[in-house]
């Protein structure tokens, strides 16, 4: 067992005279448990006034990602073996979205952008009474974009999104991608007009901080290259 | 606050979603989730969803239909399952037509793998009939179904806690919810409301569920004075991560990977020669259990191993690649060349509130309805999975009965308006003060301590294996929880995202029900799919070939029975 001093933001919205703070706790640590775990004994044996979001503890339902030393990563995942120094360990929220209260960002603004690029399936042609077909090479055009599980880290890590708040982002082109790239979609021209605008594709300035933030390894910065291209050489 | 929506879904998992898609054709639909609705761990299901679809090779509804049964061991209710059978080609159709990126084969069907328990020709050996996207088909699925919700405009209210629904005259008049955002209680009011409110895995130590998965809608209805069926039916899944309980899906043995004890031995050679790891998961757990308990576990540790090696790193890279990415990132162990350490891990509730096949719930277990109150997935008690349930059948089930109480509650907009009865204020005022109760209480107890207490007992006493001195054990254990549950503490005063309070209400609702899981086990005194009472090892189909009903009145837990509905398939010997 190690000793490990976890430095977590503070922040309580109800408690006017409370600046956002960092408070230290000391926390007994197996080598191999992850942040996550760290976080929960503060909650369960410190401090139940700690607020963080969590859920599945094993990096596919979203809810935890956060800033764990400098960088985005969900806590469920991060693995104290693998910080230089395991028993210093600085947790806060995600950069550059309102806070809400301790490690909780304001997500609205995040999915809003996500909802404006249609992230749905167009496809006008009445379906066969079976599936539509669609071959290995299609289906794994899109499959990367597929992975992703909308936590957050990407578009908070965007020097583009902090300058910028109004760019979409990189989660929710990536969703762009995700369904324009999809052989059986039609809906290509209906979601052009967002992504052809200096908040849309334009404003990535290919930094690749979405790629290095992702939890999943998605390219992110490739597939919205690939947006660029298809509206440069109009294959839409 | 009061908000109003013609149909409140209470859950955003599969079940939810796939029911105010149908809802949100006609009426006005608000989904109320304690998280943001792709973060519900339908997403975490990774194997498939079955449908006899016969994409790879021949396959029949009613292969799938006898499969269910004989893995229900006999306890699931015929009727339904036919319909869970007959909906899934349908309903899977409908999935891709709205953009599920399922795997495909090479002419670009949708692609279908082995899972336990699916067989051809009524047993002869496993069958291509789960239909996949990767180790990743719950998280499409999910993502699909929110996709169209959001094109379809329903109304979400994410990190809305529900804490009561809203019952008087039979009628229900909606819910009353905590809002930990705005940082306050609200109540909604609808003419209907469907719970998809999903598992309670949190009551065990060890277990593939969320953090989230505390039954809140079994003890919702519990509270309210309704019937929960079947509560002590709960699958352990065989491969959950030695010391962590995450899932590795029977998908991994759907393309071949071996269970083997410390001895080298593929061990389930003597458990069940025919579909050796591809039995039902009863089965296959107990298995794993014994040889632990035989001194046969990895270097007398409590696991065994999975072993995936020999499927080569290709296969394992294209159709298990989300198992490989959280070995190798939570436990270390990359898969492609060491076997992974598993032991039986707390997975999914067959019981639950009894519902009809039509989705409405019954206040009695048996046929009395509260008007306008539905219910749908694993929450839910049809029953298609009886005593055991088939993997890739609980997606299918979330899906296809979410899919059918959408359908009722539209009929029964149709047919009756959306002018909503009264919301009762003295019912809203008391649920409120309920939880503002929490926060005042001054005694010294931690929730912590407390559930951490629960989870070890349940999972001790409570799991694969069962007898009676351990079940009273657990059952004193579990009443005295509750007493000094009477005295916690809860440091967060706020309203503001008060999840020290939320945590608090979700540990009410599972001591509410862990005492009903623990008494019914006690109660059934035989053997039957996942509840296996090692001093009733047979099963009895004289005395017990019926589903338990448990109310909680005053207190007290009052028991009923139904009978199991046999329509085409005969109670015989379950081999595999």
């Known amino acids: ?236 | 606050m009061i908000i109003k929506h013609d149909v409140v879904i209470v859950g955003a998992g599969l079940a939810g979603l796939r029911a105010a898609l149908e809802a949100s054709r006609n009426y006005d639909v608000a989904v109320v989730s304690k998280l943001f609705p792709t973060r519900s761990h339908s997403g975490a299901a990774q194997g498939g969803i079955a449908a006899s679809l016969g994409n790879v090779e021949e396959d029949h509804i009613d292969w799938h239909f006898f499969d269910t049964v004989k893995g229900s061991d006999y306890l699931g209710d015929q009727d339904a399952i036919e319909y869970l059978v007959n909906d899934a080609h349908p309903a899977i159709y409908e999935l891709e037509h709205m953009g599920c990126p399922f795997s495909r084969t090479p002419e670009g069907k949708i692609n279908q793998r082995k899972f336990g328990g699916h067989t051809k020709n009524y047993g002869e050996g496993p069958v291509l009939r789960a239909c996949f996207a990767a180790d990743r088909t719950g998280h499409m699925i999910l993502h699909t179904l929110y996709d169209q919700c959001v094109k379809n405009n329903v109304r979400f209210y994410s990190e809305f806690y529900v804490t009561d629904i809203i019952v008087k005259d039979n009628i229900i008049r909606g819910i009353t919810a905590y809002d930990m955002e705005g940082g306050e209680y609200v109540a909604m009011h609808a003419k209907t409301v469907m719970f998809g409110t999903g598992g309670y895995g949190r009551a065990f130590k060890i277990t593939s569920n969320a953090h989230a998965n505390t039954g809140d809608g079994l003890g919702v209805v519990l509270r309210a004075g309704l019937a929960l069926e079947d509560l002590e039916f709960v699958q352990f899944h065989p491969t959950g991560v030695y010391k962590y309980g995450i899932l590795v899906s029977e998908g991994a043995r759907g393309e071949g990977a071996y269970l083997i004890n410390n001895d080298g031995e593929r061990f389930m050679e003597k458990y069940a020669p025919k579909l050796m790891e591809l039995a039902p998961r009863d089965l296959t757990s107990r298995s794993i259990q014994t040889e632990i308990d035989e001194g046969r576990g990895i270097n007398g540790e409590n696991c065994v191993h999975l072993d995936l090696r020999h499927l080569g790193e290709a296969k394992i890279n294209e159709r298990l690649p989300e198992i490989r990415s959280f070995c190798r990132k939570i436990i270390g162990i990359d898969p492609v060349e060491e076997p992974i350490p598993i032991e039986p891990t707390a997975h999914y509730s067959m019981g639950g509130i009894p519902v009809n096949v039509d989705g409405e719930v019954l206040a009695d277990g048996k046929s009395q309805k509260v008007e306008g109150f539905y219910a749908a997935g694993e929450c839910s008690c049809v029953s298609v999975h009886g005593a055991n349930r088939l993997g890739t059948n609980s997606l299918l089930e979330a899906v296809v009965f979410g899919r059918r109480a959408g359908k009722t509650m539209v009929k029964f907009l149709n047919a009756k308006g959306v002018d909503k009865a009264d919301l009762p204020e003295d019912q809203v005022k008391a649920s409120f003060d309920r939880i503002e109760g929490f926060k005042t209480r001054t005694g010294e107890e931690k929730v912590g301590t407390i559930r951490k207490e629960l989870q070890q007992v349940m999972m001790t006493k409570v799991g694969v294996y069962r007898e009676e001195k351990g079940l009273k054990e657990a059952l004193e254990k579990v009443r005295s929880l509750e007493k000094r549950f009477e005295k916690i503490k809860i440091d967060d005063k706020g309203m503001k995202f008060n999840t020290d309070l939320t945590e608090a209400l979700e540990l009410d609702n599972l001591l509410q029900f862990a005492e009903l899981i623990v008494s019914g086990a006690l109660n059934r005194q035989e053997s039957r799919g996942a509840q296996y009472r090692r001093d009733f090892p047979k099963r009895d189909d004289v005395n017990w070939l019926k589903h338990t009903i448990a109310v909680k009145k005053d207190g007290k837990i009052q028991y009923d029975y139904k009978p199991v509905v046999i329509t085409k398939f005969q109670p015989q010997e379950r081999k595999y």
Request: hydrophobic share 35%; aromatic share 10%.
């Open chain 1, 1 to 236: 067992m190690i000793q490990v001093k976890v430095k977590v933001y503070r922040f309580n919205p109800e408690n006017d005279q409370q600046k956002p703070r960092f408070e230290t706790y000391t926390v007994e640590a197996d080598p191999k448990d992850k942040v996550l775990d760290l976080l929960h004994r503060i909650k369960w044996e410190q401090d139940g006034t700690l607020a963080f979001r969590r859920s599945c503890a094993h990096g596919i339902c979203g809810s935890c990602a956060m800033k764990i030393n400098g960088a985005n990563m969900l806590a469920c995942e991060a693995n104290l073996k693998n910080f230089k120094d395991p028993t210093n360990i600085i947790v806060e929220p995600l950069q550059s979205l309102p806070i809400i209260k301790d490690l909780v960002v304001d997500l609205k603004d995040f999915f809003k952008k996500y909802e404006i690029v249609k992230p749905y399936l167009i496809n006008k042609t009445p379906p066969p009474t079976k599936e539509r077909f669609q071959s290995p090479e299609d289906r794994q055009l899109i499959d990367e974009a597929t992975w992703c599980i909308q936590c957050a880290s990407c578009s908070t890590s965007c020097p583009s999104n902090w300058k910028n708040p109004n760019f979409l982002g990189p989660a929710a082109l990536l969703k762009s991608y995700r369904y324009n790239f999809d052989s059986r979609d039609e809906g290509t021209a209906e979601r052009i007009h967002v992504l052809d605008t200096n908040d849309g594709v334009w404003r990535c300035h290919t930094i690749f901080n979405c790629v290095e933030a992702c939890p999943k390894d998605i390219n992110i910065t490739w597939h919205i290259s690939q947006l660029k291209k298809k509206l440069v050489s109009r294959e839409y």
